[in-house]
């Protein structure tokens, strides 16, 4: 994978759609929802795995503790946007996790390992914080991140969605920060499905 564009094959690739929740949800973030969306639809339709990932801040978190945040404590805040839940009943798994990398919550890796996957396409909201760090993690664990900038999104803003994507782009690699475009004509043309 070392030099390619695109994942290998469907079969060793999930889609991790990554907190797109209410609480995180706001004008800054909200355009990528539908992007995020779609392209779980397109890749749950092509028989692809996919895991749907969600945020949850319990008391005395080290959000709360550390920087006095305890947002995403709600059941309104951390449901999923609307249209996202019907297709988290359909993807492989579905993950609450209490930090922002998804490899931190219990049997994430193990799943990987079993299911094979030497690759995953992340998307989501923030794209500086829970995408990226997931993003990281598959990188530490050997696994090929990439990162789709336009189904992702910062409810911080512009400002740190673009930073995320420059941080992933100079520690992962430029190659793997892709489009929902992209990543739809690469699904297309794996014709079978592998």
């Known amino acids: 994978m070392s030099s390619q564009t ?3 094959a469907l079969t060793s690739t999930v889609l991790v759609v990554v907190d797109v929740q209410v609480g995180f949800v706001n004008e800054a973030s909200a355009p990528a929802v539908p992007v995020a969306t ?21 008391p005395n978190s080290p959000y709360e503790k550390i920087s006095s945040w305890t947002k995403l404590r709600t059941d309104a805040e951390q449901a999923l946007a609307p249209g996202l839940q019907r297709l988290a009943d359909r993807a492989t798994a579905a993950v609450t ?5 998804l490899f931190l919550a219990d049997g994430v890796l193990d799943l990987f390992r079993t299911s094979g996957w030497t690759d995953l396409v992340v998307c989501g909201i923030d794209t500086d ?3 990226y760090d997931t993003a990281v993690g ?8 990439w990162v789709v900038a336009d189904a992702c999104a910062s409810s911080g803003g512009t400002r740190y969605h673009d930073i995320g994507l420059e941080l992933a782009g100079r520690n992962l690699g430029r190659r793997l920060i892709v489009t929902s475009s992209r990543v739809m004509t690469w699904l297309n043309s794996t014709g079978d499905h592998q």
């Open 6 to 8: 695109s994942p290998a």
């Open 38 to 58: 779609g392209l779980l639809e397109a890749w749950q339709d092509a028989g692809g795995a996919s895991i749907v990932a969600s945020f949850h801040n319990p």
């Open 97 to 101: 996790k209490t930090t922002s990398n």
């Open 129 to 131: 914080s829970c995408v």
């Open 138 to 145: 598959a990188y530490h664990h050997g696994i090929t991140p």
